[in-house]
């Protein structure tokens, strides 16, 4: 299964600030996701990463909030903008190809202050 | 639109005890099903997975799910647990010619007591 490193695996913010967040995959992978899991909760898909095309979101979530970029098979980026206290959470990066069970990295853990 | 319902939120058991982790899903399609489990400090990791076939599935660190597809169910079970089987187990459904974006259950947080 493809090996995912995902960065910063944690880091406490200031208010208002914004953070960028890489995940990067040893091999090409069709589908990138960007996942956010709060505390007590289950996993909410944030956006499908395209591949050299805008992500695709999903409802509640916007690409001023959270901009992604995917300029190739094995790598993308996830920034959280202008971040609140309400943003603190575990953020996943997941890849899938052929309809495969989809493969986690280890997951960015983020506190806002 | 699918979704997933785990019934148990929070499990206690004390090693050796068996457990069985409730997962319904709703769906009308054909479904893949998935038990993702996710030890303290680390990333979720797949513990088994069903396609097709025989509806008894096994998975690593002796763990099997059974899929009955007249539930709509896909519980998890293990005959005897292990303090190292404390974790957060996550049940998840993709339907079968869709995306591969799978529909997650809330998570059931298992405490194993030595």
């Known amino acids: 299964s493809a090996v995912i490193s995902q960065k910063p695996s944690r880091d406490i913010c200031q208010r208002g600030t914004s953070l960028t967040i890489q995940c990067q995959v040893d091999?090409?992978?069709?589908?990138m996701f960007w996942y956010r899991q709060q505390p007590g909760q289950s996993l909410t898909l944030i956006a499908t990463?395209?591949?050299?095309?805008?992500?695709?979101?999903e409802s509640g979530f916007v690409i001023d909030k959270f901009p992604i970029s995917r300029p190739n098979l094995t790598f993308s980026t996830l920034t959280v903008s202008n971040m609140s206290p309400e943003d603190s959470s575990i953020y996943l990066c997941?890849?899938?190809?052929?309809?495969?069970?989809?493969?986690f990295g280890d997951g960015t853990r983020l506190s806002i202050l | 639109a699918q979704s997933v319902s785990q019934h148990n939120h929070h499990v206690i058991l004390s090693e050796a005890a068996s457990l069985e982790l409730g997962c319904n899903y709703s769906?009308?399609?054909?479904?893949?099903l998935f038990w993702y489990v996710q030890y303290p400090g680390q990333h979720l990791q797949l513990l088994l997975k069903?396609?097709?076939?025989?509806?008894l599935v096994k998975g690593i660190k002796g763990f099997e799910a059974e899929f009955i597809k007249s539930k709509f169910s896909f519980n998890l079970r293990k005959p005897s647990v292990q303090w190292s089987d404390t974790a957060e187990y996550f049940c998840?459904?993709?339907?079968?010619?869709?995306?591969?974006?799978?529909?997650f259950g809330r998570g059931t947080s298992l405490i194993v007591h030595p």
């Open positions: 997941s890849v899938a190809s052929d309809n495969q069970p989809q493969h």
């Open positions: 091999s090409q992978v069709t589908m």
């Open positions: 990463a395209n591949q050299g095309s805008e992500a695709t979101y």
């Open positions: 769906y009308g399609g054909t479904v893949n």
């Open positions: 069903y396609f097709s076939g025989d509806p």
């Open positions: 998840a459904v993709t339907s079968t010619g869709g995306s591969y974006i799978p529909t």
